[in-house]
Structures are given as C-alpha cells and as structure tokens.
C-alpha cells in the first residue's frame, strides 16, 4: 500500500445502478404476489412446501445474481479487501466477502439504509434483519397465519448457503432468530 | 466492573470485557446514502470530533483555571453519554486477543505523535498504531490521516508488531470509534499520546481508563534493577532506596503490565483488580 491514490476519483460505495437492477429484477413487492397467487385455497402443509421451493428459488437465484452483480460493478472498498486478502494469505476472505454480497442481496431489495453485523470475524457472521418488507408483504397479502410460517426464510437461509457453497467456503448457516418470535430475523454462517 | 463493561460488555463473554465481546469488532460494510447526500469528510469521524471536543476544554486551561476544573469533572461524569472517544488500557495479553478478534487488523501512523512531535511515520517498521475493523478498507478516503499508507496484517503478523512495540514500552490502549464500537489499538507513550497526557496531566478519564488488572510485586523475588520503574508511564513504582528494592503503588497503576513484560525476574505479575476490595472501583 504504497502509493497514494486520489480519493475522489474512487467510490466506496455501491454502484446505485447495480442496487437498483438487482431490487428490480428481485422486487419483494412482485415476488410475495406471485407467492400469495401461488397458495391460494391451499393448507397449512401445501402452503409449508410451496413455500419451501417459492422460497429456495427466489434465494438461489437472488444471490447469484447479487455474486454476479457484484463482480460486475467492483468499487473500491470491494478492491482494497481483496488486495488485503491477498497480503495476508487469504485471511480475512471469510467473513468479509460474504459480507459484501450479503449486504449487496439486502440493501438492492429492502428499504433499509444499512444491514446490521451482529459478528464478523474468522469464526462467525451473523447478521441480522429487523424491518423486512418480504415479511410485511406477506402479512398483507396472505394473513398473519401465514406471514408466521415464516416461509420467506428459506429464501435468507438458501441464500446464505449458497453463497458460501459457491465461494467455496465450508459454514453452518443457522437461523437464530425469527421474527414472529424475537421480532426481527438473525442468521448465522459459522466457519465449519 | 468498569463502567464500559457494565453498559457495553456480555457477563457470559470474556468475564464481560467490553473489548473482548464480537459485537462490538463488527460493522456493516456499506450504507446507502439519501439522495444528495456525501461521504463524511475528513474530520467529522469520531476521533476527530473528540479531539475538538478535548480542544473546547484545553483553552480554558490558562484562561479560566476554575472552569477547566469544571468542565473536566463534567466530562468525567458523562461516561458514555460524552462526545468523547473511550480508550483504555490493556495488558499485552489481551491485546494478542483482540487482534484475532478483530477484523481486519491494520497498521499505521500515529496521529498523536504527528500532532505532538511533528513526527511522520513513513512506512510499515515505524506505524505505531492499529486500525480495525471494516472502516480500515476505506482509508484511502482520508489520506491526511492516513500518511504512508495502512498495512494489513495477520493476527500472527499483529502480535510480533504488538511484542515489538511492547519491549520498547509502549502502553497499549484500546479505543472506540463510535459507541462501543472497537475502533483501534494504539501504543502509547508520555507525553506523545494525547489520551495518557490528558489523563495524567489533566485528569480527562474517559481516554484512558486503568485496565480491569493491577501489578503486584514479589518482593523474594525482586533484585532492585529499576527496570520496571523506567518502563512505567504512570509513575506507580518507586525505587525504595533503604530496601533496594522496587515497590508499586497501586492506586496510581494502571495494569498496562509493562513492569511485567520487563522484569527480567518474574517478581511482577498482573493480578485481575476485582480481587483488592479497594481497587475495584478506581478507574
């Protein structure tokens, strides 16, 4: 790191273009209608495994998208980790590059500003979410009943595991916290 | 407990170090910015912000004796609620753990002795400072402060840094950077380190809090060297001319252990403060 750079001909940001054709092309409003659609005059059971493969879907595809996006449209905060990983041998790469496209995935499809770290180290990230409008969606559009099965998790959770899956990083994705109960949603990838 | 422990630590982590608790090494990566909204300049960051705030009080020092007094009892009660940086002391040992906490670890240049000495440290041998946490990938930002450059290390690579800092004697002081969130490990000396200064000086506690240890010494053992009074910044130990030997007041020590990693006999050992009645509350 011995060169100066000059500051402002960088961003550190995320690229506002790549947030909003991911929040376009996986728009949580669009998406829980196709879901409530989807479940209309089903049970309880029918509506747990619709929701499971709905939801797997959505996340597989949102993340790898968000991988894909997120190469695409480097800046340089995204460049200076990698130079940092790369000086210390590849430490630092988990948790800091799931981090950056867990971030990328949320702040693209929710209306939050920042995406709460609970923990990011060698061992463990976890991060959280506490006013998700998946989950408001479904309260509105299929009742609470079913907002509280919670099937927009496995979309979070697929996400999470495929994510590390195709980084090639071996960790235990856990939920550990749900939002009927705690109020807000917590996962959990813990290096195995 | 420390104050800090109390409204920042977990009683069920690291014996509730506030320092030592994940949560508070962790931040989020990016933030979206409303419409028209710019990147923070250089200078609005916390550690700037609190050395302006420590400014406010300085130049009552001279003008106002009674006020200074005033305002430094003032700032002293706000504890967390102060718009100061909390900094405190700690021992070699729980430094090594905070570096592999931490995430990244990166050194670089002190502010304080560019400030107090007008001294530039130009590359990776002469940083005496540290950085951490996901803030450190955005430091090209501000290259004022950030002179030279940053160099990312290893916990291993951090812990023979912190070793080589420590042998020359530095004291290492863990700060915040916002909250309870753990911004950076300085070493530190007096009088370059503002935060040692301050406390010793002016009795401003919040930058330098004393350590959750105490040295304790084993007269057996001690041979009178003197090594440790050299090393201590505090002036807690004293060289008993009539017993030849070394003695350490506790109520002035601040736990950095500094005697400890320099007494070539082992006569000194850190001993968790909570465990002398009369120590556990003076920080």
Redesign the interface.
């Known amino acids: 790191m011995k060169e100066l750079y000059i500051a402002e001909n960088y961003s550190y940001e995320l690229n506002p273009e790549m947030l909003k054709l991911l929040g376009e092309e996986f728009d949580v409003d669009k998406a829980t209608s196709r879901f409530a659609e989807a479940i209309k005059g089903k049970s309880a059971a029918e509506i747990e495994a619709e929701g499971k493969v709905f939801f797997e879907d959505y996340g597989r595809k949102w993340i790898r998208r968000s991988l894909k996006l997120g190469e695409e449209y480097p800046d340089r905060t995204y460049e200076v980790l990698l130079e940092a990983i790369d000086k210390c041998g590849g430490y630092l790469r988990f948790a800091l590059v799931p981090q950056r496209f867990i971030e990328i995935a949320y702040l693209s499809t929710q209306d939050i500003s920042i995406l709460p770290i609970i923990e990011n180290n060698a061992n463990r990230l976890v991060y959280r979410m506490v006013d998700c409008q998946t989950y408001k969606n479904l309260q509105e559009k299929c009742g609470e009943e079913v907002a509280n099965l919670l099937p927009c998790r496995h979309a979070c959770l697929t996400a999470c595991e495929t994510l590390h899956q195709d980084l090639e990083i071996d960790a235990l994705i856990q939920m550990e916290a749900q939002m009927p109960k705690d109020g807000y949603c917590q996962f959990a990838a813990k290096r195995a | 407990m420390c104050w800090v422990c109390e409204a920042y630590g977990d009683p069920e982590v690291e014996n509730g170090r506030w320092y030592l608790n ?2 508070n ?10 419409p028209g909204q710019k ?1 923070a300049a250089y200078g609005s960051d916390p550690e700037a912000q609190s050395g302006r705030n420590i400014g406010e009080i300085m130049q009552y020092r001279f003008k106002d004796t009674e006020k200074f007094q005033q305002l430094i009892k003032e700032a002293n009660a706000m504890k967390g609620s102060g718009p100061f940086q909390i900094g405190q002391v700690i021992p070699i040992q729980e430094a090594y753990k905070v570096v ?5 670890v ?1 050194a670089m240049s002190c502010i304080c002795r560019i400030h107090a000495r007008a001294q530039e440290e130009r ?1 990776e041998h002469e940083y005496s400072c540290t950085g951490l946490g ?1 803030g450190m ?7 004022e402060r950030y002179k ?8 291993d ?1 951090a812990k023979e840094w912190l070793r080589k800092w420590n042998k020359k004697g530095m004291v290492h002081i863990i700060m915040t950077f916002g909250g309870s969130y753990v911004g950076g490990v300085c070493n530190c000396d007096y009088p370059d380190c503002g935060m040692i200064r301050n406390r010793v000086d002016y009795g401003i506690e919040t930058g330098c809090l004393k350590s959750h240890w105490v040295a304790k010494i084993d007269y057996d053992l001690c041979t009178g060297c003197g090594v440790c009074v050299q090393r201590c910044q505090f002036g807690a130990i004293k060289f008993e001319v009539t017993l030849e030997k070394t003695n350490i007041d506790q109520m002035k020590c601040f736990g950095c252990g500094l005697c400890e990693t320099g007494c070539p006999t082992g006569a000194i050992e850190l001993v968790d403060r909570e465990s002398f009645p009369g120590l556990r509350e003076v920080w």
């Open positions: 994940p949560k090494h962790s931040r989020n990566m990016y933030k979206i910015k409303k990147a592999e906490m931490a995430y990244p990166a590359n996901v990938l955005k430091w090209e930002r501000w290259p030279g450059g940053v160099n990312f290390m290893t916990p690579e």
